[in-house]
């Protein structure tokens, strides 16, 4: 899943994908829009090289007070980011999460509480993933990856019956660079982005795939005999204006 | 989710679904073809009543020996059964799973060997359920209904990379009578029934929704003031021949 | 095509689907949400028989002065209602269709002067039809039934950038008694009923399908050795208040 | 519909897509798979530009002989390419076929014969098209660009229960080079490839947009006031080896 889409908060402008050494690769789209492609990775060293030009905004919308919107006004292809999944055990997360958002307006604002908390009460260690860890695992211990803070907030904000999924992708000036985790809540008739593993909420992101979890939207699946990971190199630049 | 679609294994001839006060649904199609509806149920006692004539096979199709469908001949479509969910986490299991299958041929025969071992190491407790439990809670705790049955076949079988989804509904004869939870493995390029809660495969299966696991197929999912389940009753019957 | 679905503007609260001999049938849902049934109807004499309790407005909802959506602003799902199709030369009719809408304003209106000017100028003809006509040769020929006026105004709509569909399904009181076809056209937002075959836009209406023209939503579609219709029997009766 | 997709026949290597001035666009994937992409244009002079780099077979895949499918055992995806269409009234030509096809045996060889026939009985004029024309049009006029063509190879052998699709896009050495268009037929199977427009069945060709006919794939659908279209340009080259 390294193919990002055109949408309404970016355009792909120019896009290379490349295998080397090349084989054949099938494309298709799965049940929340994202382009995945499948393909048999020969023995021996195998490369994938992808790179894309996007236009993205550099600042994120942000809407505090944005309205809760009720279970039965919700779009019905909203509705199964209201429910449990793999790495978010929301049907676990009832009682802390309304303790957390005691007191604050239904919605948006709940939303942001529950990322500060976050980011208040869990530690973020950016490089320290293995495995995807779940909601309940991060809470226990209290430290994780962005994606793993990110699972946290979903899990959180679903207990309260908000819709909220998991964006993979990237942004403009992280630091360490790496691929970059953050999730978006449906309050007010749309998704706002959610960034816990940041102080500040900085534009200059580039979504690769959206799910309800990491589960939905790892980077890869992998069967078979074990791939031996050599490198990962992420990089990205400011370009100069639109593309010409 | 409550009304039971015509499929390739069983036909609906008749079907009735009333509710008591009578309040608008609306009604829809999910990404697994279930059918289910939508309403915002009054104050008050309220009522919801479904019965159906279905046609079903009296013996389920077992095919000892079926091959396993190597992952690049997958259908498109159930690649999703393949990765970890809410209540199967697959993705702890893999050790335990390579144990359970050991010399047994790739393919149905290891789903065969792992509703095996669930029947002989797990205890079947049918009444007992409150919420569902993930396969690892009902490994750690060796005890659950028939649906955390299937969740801990389901978690193993996906664990050695063989499609699973599980099947609530109905199954003729089940004693104590009550909703019925199996799973269904894809081997051989074809879906077929697995019931660890059952020492012999019966027949008289009446399907009414597929999923990953019970996140996707709870009966029902209710946000709001909670509801106070008065009562359930379910029954099955045998009828004569096919309806007239 | 014969399994009416629940929806925003009906509730099916009880159901029949009957063959007779009874022989295997497949269901799918199909790309505008219909549920179809595909099976090998035996050589001989072969029965279907379905029937259904339906609760449905006996009115229908008027909107004049709906505004007009802009092309930018239609839902995703709306626009392949905007294309040409086989039986709605879409392409052909601009300038009719300029000239019958002549100062009426943008929307809902223009869409009821279409309508009116379809009654006023086509020749109803009930039970006339062998082959569905085109738009194109109804408008040559001035006749023809409830469907080929339907073609009529979905093609005369679409050709000012209004989505229109074509609903088949039954009307109560209708005489004399058969399967009916309506069209509706989205505007102001939702999808509003028009029916050029009535003098008065009458309620108690069961949609069983929709689609872009007749060539997606036949109600059954035969290939292979011809078939001998040999009788159809249609019956509409009011229910005495919701089901029980 | 300017973005090609890789997919079983095709991988591309890289993409661009720019808009000059550069505006908004949303990008969604319609029912057949294509993707496409809605902007409101600016008033004045607009380009858009788009290039590909794509891995392509340099010969096309036949299969004299390969057997004719079917309808119950067709593909539930496949059905509705059997339906007439807008530019494909397959429903008016049941004589004509049968009469081209007498004495070939079933599937592949049937659509050869077809294509065949339409090679020798309408006149091939590149260059001449200025609205689709239906299969009735052609076959009337005996005339058409290879759009036209392919409609009414669609037409023909839809009327034999033979599904076939429309492909729009680039074949490599084309003279005059331009936009091409062919159509496949679904026997044996798979999709194979037929262009009457053509002496000999070169290989080199891209894919961009699959569908019934004209009327799901144009290029562009334009809204709103006229565009005054200034100048396409189309060029296809051949790269060396694969991409690095």
Redesign the interface.
């Known amino acids: 899943m390294l193919r990002p ?4 908060q970016q ?8 295998l ?1 050494p ?1 084989v ?8 929340f ?1 994202n382009l995945y ?2 393909l ?1 990775a020969p023995a021996g060293w195998f490369q994938v090289h992808t790179s894309a030009d996007v ?1 993205t905004a550099d600042v994120v919308d942000k809407a505090p007070g944005a309205y809760f919107v009720e ?2 006004h919700l779009p ?1 292809a909203v509705l ?1 980011y ?5 790495y978010c ?1 929301s ?1 676990r997360f009832g009682n802390l999460a309304r303790d957390i958002v005691d007191g604050t307006s239904l919605g948006y604002d709940q939303v942001g509480r529950i990322s500060d908390w976050i980011r208040d009460s869990v530690r973020y260690t950016p490089g320290s993933s293995v ?2 860890l ?1 909601a309940v695992e991060v809470n226990g211990w209290s430290q994780g990856v962005c994606r793993d803070l990110a699972h946290l907030g979903i899990a959180l904000s679903r207990s309260i ?1 908000i819709p909220t999924r998991l964006v993979v992708g990237f942004l403009y000036g992280l630091e360490p660079m790496d691929l970059h985790a953050w999730f978006e809540a449906y309050v007010g008739g749309l998704w706002y982005t959610f960034d816990p593993s940041e102080d500040t909420l900085r534009g200059g992101r580039l979504a690769v795939a959206y799910g309800r979890d990491a ?2 939207v790892a980077v890869y ?1 992998q ?2 005999p074990p791939a031996i990971f050599s490198s990962m190199d992420v990089r990205v630049e400011l370009l100069d204006g ?3």
Chains 1, 2, 3, 4 share one sequence.
Do not use: C, K, N
């Open positions: 889409r055109s949408g309404i355009w792909v402008a120019r896009e290379a994908y490349t080397s090349s054949p690769v099938e494309e298709y789209t799965d049940i829009g492609q499948r048999v236009m279970i039965q019905d199964s209201l429910l449990p999944s793999r055990e049907d495995l995807p779940s019956s589960a939905d699946h069967f078979g639109p593309p010409g």
